[in-house]
């Protein structure tokens, strides 16, 4: 829109609004809001489908498939402030969805990649602070965790990685995956166990 | 499903949940005697320790990045599925009709709410508050009012009925330079606070 010079216009970045304010104005149709949202949401979502996944192209389709889902339905959203928890949800199904497709055709099944093989990535960053010997534990301690998650059950792995990794709460989790919540802390406490037995074995 | 329910125990009878909650804290009596929970703590605590790690990497790794095509694609599939609104018949000259778009006259209330402190502007609604111009071919050139239907936020401690008064101004004067329209009715729902 071309503004003009009758009144002065204060235009606010959406980075310096709260989060309801900007979903509110991308369901009025705000392509700027949405683009911020998409920002905002594509790497969690993206690394939630790659530990799901294990795989870079399927956990980007998720993120497309996701988002591009996210603004035709954004004007059925009812409370703003569920926005969050709606794309997780969203995302979270995608994966299952594609998990179940795997299992029927199981020729499409993937080799176990580890961290640095898929993700082209090297672990540095602050957590190993330039220490070569820190940084190999590190990755020892990710592939195992990375390959004991493989061998979880998908809703299993979808209730671990969201509570453990995406901090999401019991109640979103059990609704996004339509059961209670005392399944998910149940299927939360089997996942630990069984992570903690693949990991030891791992060592 | 009951079996799916259950949180698994150890063999001593305390409750894998328990062990975990308290993983950071030295063993109690028990854990201290326990075989089993010695070895669940050690197994867990390691766990608890790669789960830090992973969220910490995971989140900081420029390679745990869908690549810049993914947004690309999301935005042009958003821009070609754009949604405008209503298109609002606002002047009828003898050469035809002038239609704005609801959602450029809500960026246009947006902005104008942006300027005054502790408001901001949420879902907007716009009608034309006159008889349609199709059912009414009357003289032409004849310029109609809006109603604006605005929810908002305020930040906490905002003194609300001024804050609306402002805010009423405001978007008159926007919706009077900008679109060339009066601005009718001006409903303000506020639906939340925000702390500043």
């Not at chain 2, 009077?176 to 009718?184: C, D, E, P, R």
Request: net charge negative; hydrophobic share 40%; aromatic share 4%.
């Amino acid at each position: 829109m071309q503004m003009d010079r009758r009144e002065p216009v204060v235009v606010i970045r959406p980075d310096e609004l709260d989060e309801t304010t900007v979903v509110a104005r991308a369901q009025d149709g705000d392509l700027d809001a949405f683009e911020y949202l998409v920002g905002e949401y594509q790497g969690k979502l993206f690394r939630l489908a790659f530990r799901m996944l294990n795989d870079r192209g399927e956990a980007e389709d998720v993120v497309q498939d996701t988002l591009v889902a996210c603004w035709r339905k954004l004007p059925l959203l009812t409370h703003a402030q569920a926005f969050g928890g709606w794309l997780y949800q969203m995302a979270t199904n995608r994966c299952l969805d594609t998990l179940r497709r795997r299992s029927i055709h199981p020729e499409t099944i993937q080799e176990p990649a580890t961290l640095e093989e898929s993700a082209g990535c090297t672990v540095s960053g602050p957590e190993a602070g330039g220490d070569p010997a820190r940084a190999a534990e590190i990755s020892l301690e990710l592939d195992g965790l990375a390959a004991a998650l493989e061998t979880l059950p998908p809703t299993q792995r979808a209730c671990w990685l969201l509570r453990e990794i995406h901090g999401r709460s019991y109640a979103e989790i059990a609704s996004t995956l339509k059961v209670s919540e005392q399944t998910v802390r149940g299927r939360l406490a089997r996942a630990r166990i069984q992570l903690a037995e693949k990991m030891s074995q791992w060592r | 499903m009951a079996l799916d329910d259950n949180i698994p125990r150890l063999g001593c009878g305390r409750s894998i949940d328990e062990v975990w909650t308290t993983i950071d804290q030295p063993p109690n009596a028990h854990e201290q005697d326990c075989d089993q929970c010695r070895t669940a703590r050690a197994s867990l605590a390691q766990l608890s320790e790669a789960t830090r790690t992973m969220r910490g990497h995971d989140e900081e790794d420029p390679g745990l990045q869908p690549r810049s095509a993914v947004k690309d694609a999301i935005m042009s599939l958003a821009r070609a599925e754009v949604r405008r609104g209503n298109r609002i018949p606002i002047h009828q000259v003898e050469q035809g009709v002038i239609e704005v778009s609801e959602q450029a006259i809500s960026t246009v209330i947006w902005f104008g709410a942006d300027a005054l402190p502790g408001v901001r502007a949420r879902r907007c609604r716009v009608h034309p508050d006159y008889p349609d111009i199709a059912d009414n071919p009357g003289p032409p050139a004849r310029t109609a009012g809006l109603t604006v239907d605005l929810r908002i936020a305020v930040a906490t401690g905002t003194y609300i009925p001024e804050a609306a008064h402002r805010l009423r101004q405001r978007i008159t004067g926007m919706i009077t330079a900008h679109v060339g329209l009066n601005a009718g009715t001006i409903n303000i729902v506020v639906e939340d606070l925000y702390d500043v």
